[in-house]
C-alpha cells in the first residue's frame, strides 16, 4: 500500500423528502439515514396535512386540504413516523416508494423517479464502517413540457439544453501531492447563485431561494450566465443525474484517510 493522505470533506449521509399527493395535497415527509450494515434498515414515513414552510403557514385559514377519508384515518394514526421495512412498499394516492434489501430506498410521484442508495465510503479498507449515500435523479415525465422548470442543486440541470456545465474542482485532490487536504469546491460555476442560497432550516422545508414547490410557472435556469466549463451531454445524462458523493445541506464533515 502506498502513502496515505488525510482528505477532510463531505458526503451524503441521509436524504429528505417533503412531497404533496394529488389529488387530497396531504404531505408526505419521508427520511432514510446511513446506518451500520449490522442495523436494521429502514426509512421513516409520516403523512401529515401540518405545514412547516412559513411561506406556507401564510395561507387563508380557510384553506382546506380536503383529505380524502383514507387519508384521514393516516393522519389519525401518524403522531409516531411509519418504519418503512425492506422489501415492503408504501403507497398513497400517486406517491409510493419501496425499501430493498440492498438498502435502496425509491421514491415516485408519477413525474420523478428519486432514489438513495447506501454504500460503502471510498478506500472502504481505510474508512472502516463508513457508510455514504449515492442519490439518483430520474424524470418519468417530458420535463421541456412542464411550465414549472425543475431547481435546485440537482434539478436545475435538467434544463433542456443538451449541455453538462462543469463546475469548480479541487485540484489539489488531483494533484495528490499534499498529505492533508481540506476540500473547498462548492460547484461555482456549475449553480446559479451560491451553494449558500440552496440550504434549508429543517429537513423537510422546501422554501430557498429557487424554490419550486409553490410555483406554477417557472422559466429553465440562464445557463449562458454560467462560468462553467460547457460540454455536450450524454444521452445517459439527459435521462439521468447522479449526486454521487455531493455534499448538500446536513451532510455532516468528516475526516478520512486516502490512499493515494
Not at 95 to 120: C, D, F, P, Y
Not at 158 to 180: I, M
Amino acid at each position: 500500500m502506498g502513502p496515505r493522505r488525510l482528505v477532510h470533506g463531505t458526503c451524503m449521509s441521509a436524504a429528505y423528502w417533503t412531497i404533496r399527493t394529488s389529488p387530497s395535497g396531504a404531505y408526505v415527509h419521508i427520511e432514510y439515514n446511513v446506518s451500520s450494515l449490522r442495523e436494521k434498515n429502514y426509512a421513516t414515513v409520516q403523512v401529515s396535512n401540518a405545514v412547516l414552510n412559513e411561506s406556507l403557514t401564510q395561507r387563508p385559514s380557510t384553506h382546506s386540504l380536503h383529505l380524502a377519508p383514507q387519508i384521514e384515518a393516516v393522519l389519525a394514526s401518524a403522531s409516531v413516523p411509519y418504519r418503512l421495512t425492506a422489501n415492503r412498499q408504501f403507497v398513497l394516492e400517486n406517491v409510493a416508494m419501496r425499501l430493498s434489501s440492498a438498502r435502496e430506498l425509491i421514491v415516485e410521484n408519477g413525474k420523478w423517479r428519486t432514489a438513495a442508495k447506501m454504500s460503502s465510503s471510498p478506500y472502504a479498507a481505510l474508512n472502516p464502517h463508513k457508510r455514504m449515500l449515492d442519490v439518483f435523479v430520474t424524470p418519468l415525465y417530458d420535463v421541456d413540457a412542464d411550465a414549472v422548470a425543475p431547481h435546485g442543486l440537482v434539478g436545475q440541470s435538467f434544463d433542456g439544453d443538451g449541455l453538462a456545465v462543469d463546475g469548480k474542482r479541487d485540484e489539489r485532490l488531483t494533484l495528490g501531492e499534499d498529505e492533508e487536504v481540506t476540500t473547498e469546491a462548492q460547484a461555482e460555476g456549475a449553480i446559479e447563485g451560491a451553494v449558500s442560497d440552496y440550504e434549508l432550516p429543517h429537513k423537510f422545508t422546501t422554501a430557498f431561494r429557487y424554490s419550486r414547490f409553490e410555483a406554477t410557472a417557472a422559466p429553465r435556469r440562464n445557463v449562458t450566465a454560467l462560468q462553467g466549463r460547457k460540454r455536450q451531454a450524454s444521452r445517459e445524462q439527459h435521462a439521468q443525474v447522479t449526486a454521487a458523493n455531493f455534499g448538500m445541506a446536513y451532510a455532516e464533515q468528516e475526516e478520512r484517510s486516502a490512499s493515494r
